[in-house]
């Protein structure tokens, strides 16, 4: 419908209005006025990246407050009945068209004439787009109820004749709060509002320009917690907290002596944004333009980084060139726009979620089981498909790889932006705060707006996927592999070969294999020196580490921690080597960079490793039992009941103690170690000498039971004296059925279910850990006719393993061919930025937020995860 006929006549529209009561009579049973706990998605389609300011704006459901683009609101109201929605529209006017727009543009909604209600037209908590000038355009925004399938239209605020009850929840929906809110009143953390003081900030021109490091408050000199005022750039500190940390609240008086609003925490500064303080608004807040806000004081934000436990380190000279070297800065680099070329918005510290989602919808089969499937996987979709993975992962992988949201800017917005001298390229992108949302509920660190390790999310990703499938069709066995483990015990020198399912490698960093020790060595005497004299730091050295020397120390035996030999019935030495006893189709590499401070706090171990284009490592496969080795005993260790439950009488069984060497116990002893702590560690190391237990004490030393007594473990005997058929431990008992239930109703068969709760005593969380981990199951599986076929929302999520397959393996050849890597910036995963490379059509494409672009300098070697492709054979 046209805007004048939707405006029409006075005549016509007051004619209008005397039927809209006797119009909506019908559906007053559907329409409902949100209550508490209710979320309204008026800002982001359930389906789409549609939005009010999309061109056919936004349809909002008035029963379920579900939002949805035009394209896709038909079939809602075919799968639900519902007939009555709410259309957003928000307009973008140039500032100076305003004066001469016809009346009817001017005043775009009629006002109420007589209402007990009136609505606002401002639609609260909707984003602007970044990529326009504020100060150029401005924002009208406009109403309307729509009765489907007629399409009839009622403008709002127009509705002095309308029901009350549908004039509240209309101003209900307008005026609701975000959907991504906290629910939980428990937490502590909600998401941060737009500043009302963000687009009005006056900063006075003084002259101040802050320098990278140095700072202290103005007022009293400290040195942490400091805060620079976005008026005037006052550098002052923060409160004082109940613990004796903090500041003299020095920032605070300052506003309430000057009023100058808002600042900005020094030391959290990154390129996602900065902590900002709103004191009149008494909250943290977001500063849209917190760039521009920082530049008035010589601030670039490409050039921060934020520290590992907030505050910025002045000793430390910043990691200027692992930030620029990364992210290609200094290079004029091609926007590239178009299917499979669109960027993601940084949520605040959600990087590391768009650098994994690009690689992984830059995959075949997770293009096709989304994207592919994306007609089915809506048409079947649940009532509330925003609380659906897989019409989340559609969504969003539609969303990257239609072209849709990545479009190249018109001939005449170019030639616009040249006479303006704001040559900037923009990228529309999507925001997947709806995705978000759903796949980080209930976790504790992706629920949270902090920075978050990529290779922790790949991996939660991959288990939502798993447990989410869709039919047979399952993309992340494309990543799957089985890990043949052989683990030996040091004194009998007998073997154990297990498997367990992974899915990505993890390679150790070799340091004692730099290439380039004198260098590295050189720099640290001048950084000492530098560091005694109070002079800066000299230029990083970053440790060249050969890929080759990574792969080694991968295959190289690891200690086993609390080793029990089956073979000696006791605790001993043990040492496990690791080899693929399957190649994943695809193969994820992570360089462990990240390791633990003396203060536990994740550190980032600074090197660049060359990785290859071309990996082979088809030397690393299984082999399985050797001729000539041994067999560990198939004994589980000792099991001790603390409690018998049913008042049966328990009896613990201690295995005589061996003998323990004396003399590796004085030995030790003379060293300074506890009596007690020496013998332990003699008699878990299997008496094989004072060096070996002496490396015992060294990784056990801090343990709270170091000292104690040794405390020599036995086996765990039930005996009741009604109960003679009873096994001798126990463990033989049926499981509790509704754990059974549980389990078989998340698609697993019956027999594995038992098996995996006997197998765990009948932990529910460590028997599904089983049931991954044991790809074939040690019983028979039970018939076909046993196997429960189970839906999940309608959406089918039936596993593909049926009988007793377990997980799928896709084996084939060990060569591969590089497409892809994650890099990180900033000193540990507790901060910092991501940014993700991939090659497609021949050429490497930089995706870094929003931000894609040809690359023209990879930064291979410094990556932290890497996508590898199988070389077809």
């Known amino acids: 419908m046209q805007r004048a006929a939707l405006f029409g006549s006075g005549r016509d529209a007051q004619m209008a209005a005397g039927d809209l009561g006797e119009l909506l009579v019908p559906y007053m049973p559907t329409i409902r006025v949100p209550k508490s706990g209710d979320r309204v998605y008026k800002t982001e389609c359930a389906f789409s990246y549609e939005s009010p300011g999309s061109e056919g704006g936004l349809y909002v459901c008035m029963n379920t407050f579900l939002g949805f683009g035009r394209e896709h609101v038909e079939r809602h109201y075919r799968k639900t009945g519902q007939c009555v929605y709410m259309h957003l529209k928000r307009h973008v006017i140039e500032v100076r068209f305003l004066a001469s727009r016809p009346a009817v543009w001017i005043v775009l909604i009629p006002p109420i004439l007589s209402s007990p209600y009136r609505l606002s037209l401002s639609f609260a908590d909707l984003e602007t787009n970044g990529d326009l000038n504020n100060d150029d355009f401005e924002y009208e925004d406009e109403a309307k109820l729509v009765i489907f399938p007629d399409h009839y239209e009622i403008p709002l605020p127009n509705i002095e004749e309308l029901p009350a009850l549908v004039t509240i929840a209309c101003d209900a929906v307008l005026s609701?709060?975000?959907?991504?809110?906290?629910?939980?009143?428990?937490?502590?953390?909600?998401?941060?509002q737009v500043s009302k003081h963000a687009k009005t900030l006056v900063q006075i021109d003084s002259g101040v320009r802050i320098p990278p490091s140095g700072w202290k408050c103005s007022k009293c000199d400290l040195r942490e917690n400091l805060w620079l005022n976005l008026t005037?750039?006052?550098?002052?500190?923060?409160?004082?907290?109940?613990d004796g940390s903090g500041g003299n609240g020095h920032a605070l008086e300052h506003y309430k002596e000057m009023g100058y609003p808002l600042a900005v925490k020094l030391g959290t500064i990154t390129p996602d944004g900065a902590d900002v303080y709103s004191f009149d608004e008494e909250e943290a807040v977001l500063d849209p333009h917190i760039a521009k806000h920082l530049a008035h004081f010589g601030i670039d934000m490409l050039q921060m980084h934020v520290t590992e436990n907030g505050l910025r380190d002045n000793n430390i000279k910043p990691r200027v060139s692992e930030w620029e070297v990364i992210q290609e800065s200094g290079v004029k680099l091609k926007p590239m726009y178009g299917p499979g070329y669109t960027g993601m918005k940084n949520l605040g510290n959600s990087c590391y979620l768009s650098a994994v989602l690009q690689a992984i919808f830059s995959i075949p089969e997770f293009q096709r089981a989304y994207v592919g499937n994306l007609p089915r996987i809506f048409d079947y979709s649940p009532l509330d498909p925003t609380q659906d993975f897989n019409t989340q992962m559609a969504k969003l992988g539609h969303g990257l790889l239609s072209g849709q949201y990545s479009k190249p800017p018109m001939k005449s917005e170019l030639i616009e932006q040249v006479m303006k001298e704001e040559h900037k390229p923009q990228h529309n992108g999507i925001s997947p705060r709806m995705f978000k949302a759903f796949v980080s509920k209930g976790h504790p660190e992706f629920s949270s707006n902090r920075q978050q390790d990529a290779q922790e999310f790949f991996l939660h990703l991959i288990n939502l996927v798993e447990r989410n499938r869709i039919g047979s069709e399952n993309p992340s066995d494309v990543f799957r592999f089985l890990?043949?483990?052989?683990?030996?015990?040091?004194?009998?020198?007998?073997?154990?070969?297990?498997?367990?399912?992974?899915?990505?490698?993890?390679?150790?960093?070799?340091?004692?294999?730099?290439?380039?020790?004198?260098?590295?060595?050189?720099?640290?005497?001048?950084?000492?020196?530098?560091?005694?004299a109070g002079r800066p730091p000299p230029e990083l050295v970053r440790a060249k580490i050969p890929f080759s020397a990574c792969l080694q120390a991968f295959s190289e035996p690891e200690n086993v921690e609390d080793f029990w030999s089956s073979a000696l019935?006791?605790?001993?030495?043990?040492?496990?080597?690791?080899?693929?006893?399957?190649?994943?189709?695809?193969?994820?590499?992570?360089?462990?960079?990240?390791t633990f401070?003396?203060?536990?706090?994740?550190?980032?171990?600074?090197?660049?490793?060359?990785?290859?284009?071309?990996?082979?490592?088809?030397?690393?496969r299984a082999t399985g039992l050797q001729p000539g080795e041994e067999e560990l005993p198939d004994i589980a260790p000792p099991i001790i009941i603390p409690d018998d439950p049913k008042g049966t009488r328990m009896y613990l069984i201690f295995l005589p103690t061996p003998d323990v060497d004396e003399s590796?116990?004085?030995?030790?002893?003379?060293?300074?170690?506890?009596?007690?702590?020496?013998?332990?560690?003699?008699?878990?190391?299997?008496?094989?000498?004072?060096?070996?237990?002496?490396?015992?004490?060294?990784?056990?030393?801090?343990?709270?039971?170091?000292?104690?007594?040794?405390?020599?473990?036995?086996?765990?005997?039930?005996?009741?004296?009604?109960?003679?058929?009873?096994?001798?431990?126990?463990?033989?008992?049926?499981?509790?059925?509704?754990?059974v239930a549980l389990?078989?109703?998340?698609?697993?068969?019956?027999?594995?279910?038992?098996?995996?709760?006997?197998?765990?005593?009948?932990?529910?969380?460590?028997?599904?850990?089983?049931?991954?981990?044991?790809?074939?199951?040690?019983?028979?599986?039970?018939?076909?006719?046993?196997?429960?076929?189970?839906?999940?929302?309608?959406?089918?999520?039936?596993?593909?393993?049926?009988?007793?397959e377990g997980p799928r393996i896709k084996d084939g050849s060990g060569r591969y061919e590089l497409f892809g890597f994650i890099s990180h910036m900033g000193t540990s995963t507790m901060s910092g930025h991501y940014v993700s490379h991939l090659k497609k059509e021949g050429r490497w494409v930089m995706?870094?937020?929003?931000?894609?672009?040809?690359?023209?300098?990879?930064?291979?070697?410094?990556?932290?995860i890497y996508f590898y492709r199988r070389i077809p054979s």
């Open 664 to 739: 590796s116990v004085m030995q030790l002893a003379e060293m300074g170690f506890p009596l007690e702590a020496c013998r332990k560690a003699v008699y878990y190391t299997g008496n094989m000498g004072a060096e070996v237990a002496f490396n015992w004490i060294i990784a056990h030393m801090e343990e709270p039971d170091f000292a104690e007594p040794l405390a020599i473990p036995g086996y765990g005997g039930v005996a009741s004296a009604g109960a003679a058929g009873l096994g001798a431990i126990g463990l033989d008992n049926q499981p509790p059925e509704e754990m």
């Open 597 to 620: 401070g003396l203060d536990w706090i994740p550190q980032k171990l600074d090197v660049s490793v060359d990785m290859p284009d071309l990996l082979d490592i088809i030397h690393l």
């Open 569 to 594: 019935q006791a605790k001993s030495a043990g040492v496990k080597t690791s080899r693929f006893a399957s190649f994943p189709e695809y193969l994820v590499v992570q360089i462990k960079k990240f």
């Open 847 to 864: 995706y870094n937020d929003l931000k894609v672009c040809a690359s023209e300098r990879p930064p291979r070697d410094l990556g932290y």
């Open 176 to 192: 609701s709060k975000s959907p991504y809110r906290k629910q939980d009143p428990d937490s502590w953390e909600e998401e941060l």
């Open 483 to 532: 890990v043949e483990e052989r683990t030996q015990c040091c004194q009998s020198r007998k073997v154990r070969y297990t498997e367990r399912v992974d899915y990505l490698m993890q390679l150790p960093v070799a340091m004692e294999a730099a290439t380039n020790k004198d260098e590295l060595i050189a720099y640290e005497l001048k950084r000492r020196e530098a560091e005694a």
């Open 232 to 242: 005037d750039g006052s550098v002052l500190c923060g409160k004082w907290f109940f």
């Open 743 to 804: 389990i078989t109703s998340m698609g697993f068969q019956r027999n594995v279910a038992i098996q995996a709760l006997k197998a765990t005593n009948n932990n529910l969380e460590h028997a599904l850990d089983w049931i991954f981990s044991h790809p074939e199951p040690e019983e028979e599986s039970e018939s076909a006719s046993d196997v429960m076929d189970m839906e999940n929302n309608a959406n089918a999520n039936i596993l593909a393993e049926a009988g007793s």
